[in-house]
T-cell receptor, first 111, second 116 residues
Framework: DAKTTQPNSMESNEEEPVHLPCNHS???????IHWYRQLPSQGPEYVIH???SNVNNRMASLAIAEDRKSSTLILHRATLRDAAVYYC????????????FGKGTRLHILP | KAGVTQTPRYLIKTRGQQVTLSCSPI?????VSWYQQTPGQGLQFLFE???????NKGNFPGRFSGRQFSNSRSEMNVSTLELGDSALYLC???????????????FGSGTRLTVV
């Protein structure tokens, strides 16, 4: 199964950058790395995804290690609305593999 | 475009009863997956359907079942409800087969099931 490892929780001050790490040591060469976040009382929502190069969008940046066994989601300037559970997952080319979201990282933003 | 629609949003059932939850995927999406989320737990995978076939199943008892129709809409059924089945049930649909199984993976808002 496609599993990832993330810290259970992290804390950051408002308006400061946040770096959320993720290990995905079993990733295959063609698997994309995806990040989702879940706000209270909602289903998870897509944040960003990438393959090898670093990626930027309006929500965040994704930095992928050269060996692709880890990645970091970067929120450049955290706001109180960014308080959520962040999930890191990767695609799998094996159709029998389950897509495992795990428990994610609960991000607390301090005003 | 319309997102993933789950019905009903809230449901209260009694122990021993059975329940059916519905998920309408985004138009064109052929894969539907179901997850259970309980307080303090992450998203626990239930099953995945693709083109009316169950492609994968999580570690849940046989009381949990699902199916997918030709229009890609999916239902999940839980029989003989237990108190521990109280949870938020989420479904996600994706294009699948085009750019990876997570391509366009979009969640619905979920059905909150309470068993009393």
């Amino acid at each position: 199964d496609a599993k990832t490892t993330q810290p259970n929780s992290m804390e950051s001050n408002e308006e400061e950058p946040v770096h959320l790490p993720c290990n995905h040591s079993t990733i295959s060469g063609t698997d994309y790395i995806h990040w989702y976040r879940q706000l209270p009382s909602q289903g998870p929502e897509y944040v960003i995804h990438g393959l090898t190069s670093n990626v930027n969008n309006r929500m965040a940046s994704l930095a992928i290690a050269e060996d692709r066994k880890s990645s970091t989601l970067i929120l450049h300037r955290a706001t109180l609305r960014d308080a959520a559970v962040y999930y890191c997952i990767h695609d799998t080319e094996h159709r029998d593999d389950k897509i495992i979201f795990g428990k994610g990282t609960r991000l607390h933003i301090l005003p | 475009k319309a997102g993933v629609t789950q019905t009903p949003r809230y449901l209260i059932k009694t122990r021993g009863q059975q329940v059916t939850l519905s998920c309408s995927p985004i138009s064109g999406h052929r894969s539907v997956s179901w997850y259970q989320q309980t307080p303090g737990q992450g998203l626990q995978f239930l099953f995945e359907y693709f083109s009316e076939t169950q492609r994968n199943k999580g570690n849940f008892p046989g009381r949990f079942s699902g199916r997918q129709f030709s229009n890609s809409r999916s239902e999940m059924n839980v029989s003989t409800l237990e108190l521990g089945d109280s949870a938020l049930y989420l479904c996600a649909s994706s294009l699948a087969g085009q750019g990876g199984r997570l391509y366009g993976y979009t969640f619905g808002s979920g059905t909150r099931l309470t068993v009393v």
